[in-house]
């Protein structure tokens, strides 16, 4: 039976498709999908979660209260591509663009895209406070991760 076949056989009467992700997912010939549990990178102003890295990289950056550490190094990507979506408090986003510092508040759902090769910093605008970010990007690896300072 082909996908469309399934989908009109599935169809009721108001029109909407009635079936299981799992069925979907083994017409296409692919795993259906699954709860992830998080890899934890702890870092010195708070931690990442990392949920998905293979085709592309989803985590969430937490910034905790009071961490000793109020950003990240100001750093660049050679290859990853990022989005970057405020899920809770303010992110100072620091950036160079033609050698000088620009700085931009970001706020509870604010996006800002990152392209390869522009280097960035991220820090929570009230250290008092936790800041919580989603990051989805291109496949994340440490050695594609170039460090200014």
């Not at 102003?45 to 990392?50: C, F, K, L, S, V």
């Not at 033609?98 to 970001?106: A, H, I, R, S």
């Not at 706020?107 to 800041?131: E, I, K, Y």
Request: hydrophobic share 40%.
């Amino acid at each position: 039976m082909s996908l469309k076949d399934f989908l009109e056989a599935h169809r009721p009467m108001g029109g909407r498709v009635n079936l299981m992700t799992t069925e979907v997912a083994s017409l296409l010939g692919r795993p259906a999908g699954r709860i992830n549990t998080p890899d934890v990178v702890p870092k010195g102003w708070g931690a990442e979660y990392i949920y998905a890295n293979g085709e592309y990289c989803m985590k969430i950056l937490y910034f905790a209260a009071n961490a000793r550490v109020r950003h990240t190094s100001m750093h660049f990507h050679i290859q990853k591509h990022e989005t970057l979506l405020v899920l809770e408090g303010e992110l100072v986003l620091k950036y160079i663009v033609d050698k000088e510092v620009e700085t931009t508040v970001l706020h509870a759902g604010t996006a800002w895209t990152v392209p390869p090769g522009h280097p960035h910093r991220l820090q929570s605008l009230d250290p008092s406070t936790p800041l919580i970010i989603m990051e989805t990007s291109t496949h994340d690896d440490q050695a594609d991760s170039i460090r200014i300072d």
